[in-house]
């Protein structure tokens, strides 16, 4: 029988390895306007040091080189190889690493979501990467006016990031 996918919504396989092309068909088209329109370009679901060198190279082609990329840390193999991610990223381009925490959340559980945060903070940290902290911060304030408890602590965890993204 199934079920309909809402617009804007995915699907997550939290302990599947998907050996999926770090960019599509239509991500290639949408990197042509973004080429010669953004400031920047974010990889979404970055899992490895290819994927970033694969956007480098659509980058260079589209006379793009020196647009920054934005790695988006949201699942477990993005974790696992952001050490090599820090260590290989063309040193003199402009690069840094979102915490995208909710698919992070979702891959890794919970439980281990604060550890995932402190230890991203800190590598990117050593590496002397920037950090963007994302994905429902201050949403009860944004929806509703009112601030959480949560939220508060949450908020102040992020002051360790380089940037916050309120959305």
């Given amino acids: 029988r199934g079920r309909k996918l809402r617009a804007d919504k995915g699907l997550n396989f939290p302990a599947s390895r998907l050996d999926l092309p770090a ?3 239509k991500d290639c088209r949408d990197l042509d306007f973004v080429a010669a329109h953004a400031d920047l370009v974010g990889l979404s ?3 490895s040091l290819a994927d970033l060198n694969v956007l480098a190279e659509a980058r260079a082609a589209r006379g793009a080189s ?3 990329i934005i790695a988006k840390i949201e699942t477990v193999r993005g974790v696992e190889n952001l050490p090599e991610m820090l260590l290989g990223a063309p040193r003199g381009h402009p ?3 979102m915490i995208a925490r909710g698919d992070l959340m979702v891959e890794i559980g919970g439980e281990r ?3 995932m945060q402190e230890e991203i903070l800190w590598l990117c940290e050593a590496a002397q990467v920037p950090v963007i902290w994302a994905t429902q911060v201050l949403e009860t304030l944004a929806k509703k006016g ?3 408890r949560p939220e508060i602590t949450d908020a102040a965890a992020s002051a360790r990031a380089d940037c916050v993204m309120l959305n």
């Fill in 23 to 25: 960019l599509t068909v």
């Fill in 45 to 47: 679901f970055a899992q």
């Fill in 95 to 97: 690069f840094g690493v």
């Fill in 113 to 115: 979501m604060a550890e």
């Fill in 66 to 68: 020196t647009l920054p």
């Fill in 146 to 148: 009112t601030l959480s």
